[in-house]
């Protein structure tokens, strides 16, 4: 499933949350719950249906991945140009920075949005798979 800004979706399961109360406007802390047991908890029920409002991937890229991609992108727009031997010598820069592509595509990506729920209710940093689309 692609969770695309805009797009409306439905709570897959009861989502529990807990913890420290912050103002919108400060920034995020990252509390222990046992030194810091939080202002109380509220419960979603599944099936409550919001609009995603923002979607956040989280896969950095290495230097290696960042030139690979520019590598790439230079042999497949003009390497039909380059002449003979110019050509080889990208072909086997590519190849060298295949393996660190391959290693970061299998990477799973870390997908969270913010979903603002018909009722009102805003839900930030979510992880994606907590939704189902509508």
């Known amino acids: 499933m692609t969770l695309t800004v805009g797009r409306r979706v439905r709570l897959a ?5 807990a913890g420290r109360v912050v103002p919108a406007g400060e920034p995020r802390a990252d509390t222990d719950p046992e030194t810091d047991p939080g202002a109380g908890f509220l419960v ?10 923002r979607v956040d991937e989280d896969r950095p890229q290495s230097h290696e991945v ?9 042999l497949d727009d003009f390497g039909h140009q380059m002449p003979p031997g110019s050509r080889r010598q990208l072909e086997e820069q590519v190849g060298a920075l ?3 592509w391959t290693a970061y595509r ?9 979903v603002r729920f018909d009722n ?3 839900l930030d940093d979510a992880p994606g798979d907590l939704f189902l689309p509508l």
Do not use: H, I, M, W
């Open 13 to 17: 399961d009861d989502l529990r949350l």
């Open 98 to 100: 295949e393996p660190a």
């Open 44 to 53: 979603l029920a599944a099936g409550v249906e919001g609009t995603v409002e």
């Open 120 to 122: 009102g209710f805003a």
């Open 66 to 74: 960042r030139e690979y991609e520019r590598l790439k992108s230079l």
């Open 106 to 114: 299998e990477r799973k990506l870390r997908l969270t949005v913010r």
